[in-house]
């Protein structure tokens, strides 16, 4: 459990520091800070004790989608300013890099499965992230306004 | 109402959107809620992640159609939620469009973070990325320096307008070739952790997912321009690593990666 609670400290400090690469607003790191590291956890966790493969990143994504969606809609920002970076531990660059090197060092096996590795991860995080855009506005709408 | 001034408004919010790294079917969503309201016969968008065409049929001044291109592109979200706001105040009559037309403009220069905040930015990035992905303490401070490297190097070419290929492949080397270095002096400990985690800020993960984000959503074009330039990018720089290691191994170290 201890090193959850580190990956996800590790974790969601890469994504709030990612997130000033991409120039977020100054009021809207502290989200990305949490959702990058919430989802990054689920993550983990599922990899680490439940021996999920790439269905742990659907679960990730979805968690940091649902939350930008709703914190999207109370602060009236584009939920993408939220998801992009915080999804930023789950999404595949480390793979897409190792793939391309390894296709120039001429190792294709390690080229192929990084290749495919690397869009099985995107597909899961694209298919959630869909999902929960697709949801009604008034599922987020209607809890927003009994909270408030 | 003046739809030359509408049409010009409408192009330019497209233009700096894309510029900034937005979707293209949130654009199109964006221009269409400008124009709906302005009493227009018919209008079509077609925006592509290059170029942005509106046609418009008004009733007193015909046919108009406008076109821009946007060959330049860096991910900027504090901008996209600006013109958001700039295009919902339009949308609600709070302002003309010339009004917000020198709005938009005034977004563009608002002031982003300084320039030391952003190159240290690429640096911590890289340095919690090495730490996740297994590396030491002192991996992860050899990537600190390694990616504020990295950064100020990008930085500086992407200033300059150099070829997109060039600035990643660029990167890449600077990376491999410092991390080498460091390496050499008996700093860090795993040379694969230090490059892999030190490359994630401008390795293209993201934009990958962004893309295919576009492409499940029907904008096969643009998905597919986003998904090639991602694909590009993880070429452009394990080029560049690859170039650093055979320059390594030409000077006599053993490299081995």
């Given at each position: 459990m201890r090193t959850v609670l580190i990956e996800m400290l590790l974790a969601s400090l890469a994504c709030m520091f990612f997130a000033i690469v991409y120039n977020t607003p100054k009021k809207e790191l502290v989200f990305c800070w949490l959702f990058g590291g919430i989802g990054y956890g689920i993550y983990y966790y599922l990899v680490k004790f439940c021996s999920m493969g790439t269905f742990a990143n659907f679960f990730g994504?979805?968690?940091?989608?649902?939350?930008?969606?709703?914190?999207?809609?109370?602060?009236?920002?584009?939920?993408?300013?939220?998801?992009?970076?915080?999804?930023?531990?789950?999404?595949?660059?480390?793979?897409?890099?190792?793939?391309?090197?390894?296709?120039?060092?001429?190792?294709?096996?390690?080229?192929?499965?990084?290749?495919?590795?690397?869009?099985?991860?995107?597909?899961?995080?694209?298919?959630?992230?869909?999902?929960?855009?697709?949801?009604?506005?008034?599922?987020?709408?209607?809890?927003?306004?009994?909270?408030? | 109402m003046n739809s030359r001034n509408i049409l010009e408004f409408a192009v330019t919010t497209g233009e700096r959107m894309l510029a900034n790294g937005c979707g293209t079917h949130r654009i199109e969503g964006l221009i269409n809620k400008i124009l709906e309201p302005c009493k227009f016969r018919n209008h079509e968008i077609f925006v592509t992640t290059t170029g942005i065409v509106i046609t418009v049929e008004s009733v007193d001044e015909g046919v108009i159609t406008v076109m821009k291109q946007v060959p330049k592109k860096k991910m900027h979200t504090e901008h996209i939620s600006l013109i958001e706001d700039i295009v919902n105040s339009f949308v609600a009559g709070e302002l003309t469009a010339e009004q917000a037309l020198v709005e938009l403009k005034n977004a563009d220069?608002?002031?982003?973070?300084?320039?030391?905040?952003?190159?240290?930015?690429?640096?911590?990035?890289?340095?919690?990325?090495?730490?996740?992905?297994?590396?030491?303490?002192?991996?992860?401070?050899?990537?600190?320096?390694?990616?504020?490297?990295?950064?100020?190097?990008?930085?500086?070419?992407?200033?300059?307008?150099?070829?997109?290929?060039?600035?990643?492949?660029?990167?890449?080397?600077?990376?491999?070739?410092?991390?080498?270095?460091?390496?050499?002096?008996?700093?860090?400990?795993?040379?694969?952790?230090?490059?892999?985690?030190?490359?994630?800020?401008?390795?293209?993960?993201?934009?990958?997912?962004?893309?295919?984000?576009?492409?499940?959503?029907?904008?096969?074009?643009?998905?597919?321009?986003?998904?090639?330039?991602?694909?590009?990018?993880?070429?452009?720089?394990?080029?560049?690593?690859?170039?650093?290691?055979?320059?390594?191994?030409?000077?006599?170290?053993?490299?081995?990666?």
């Open positions: 994504a979805f968690a940091i989608a649902i939350l930008a969606r709703f914190t999207s809609n109370r602060r009236e920002i584009p939920v993408m300013v939220y998801v992009l970076p915080s999804v930023f531990p789950l999404s595949p660059g480390g793979n897409m890099y190792n793939a391309c090197y390894a296709l120039i060092m001429n190792n294709l096996d390690m080229a192929m499965t990084e290749t495919m590795k690397c869009i099985k991860i995107v597909g899961m995080c694209v298919i959630a992230i869909l999902i929960v855009l697709s949801l009604p506005e008034g599922i987020f709408k209607n809890r927003d306004k009994a909270k408030a | 220069s608002k002031a982003t973070y300084p320039y030391w905040i952003t190159i240290l930015a690429y640096g911590m990035a890289g340095c919690f990325r090495t730490l996740m992905f297994g590396g030491q303490i002192i991996d992860g401070l050899v990537s600190v320096c390694v990616g504020v490297c990295m950064g100020i190097f990008v930085q500086a070419l992407n200033a300059k307008n150099t070829f997109t290929f060039l600035v990643n492949c660029c990167g890449g080397f600077v990376v491999g070739f410092l991390a080498v270095l460091f390496m050499r002096f008996g700093m860090g400990s795993m040379l694969d952790k230090i490059i892999i985690g030190t490359l994630m800020p401008i390795a293209p993960g993201v934009p990958f997912v962004h893309s295919v984000n576009d492409i499940l959503h029907g904008d096969y074009t643009s998905g597919m321009t986003r998904a090639y330039e991602a694909i590009l990018t993880a070429a452009a720089i394990s080029t560049g690593v690859a170039f650093a290691m055979i320059l390594w191994k030409l000077l006599g170290g053993n490299v081995s990666l």
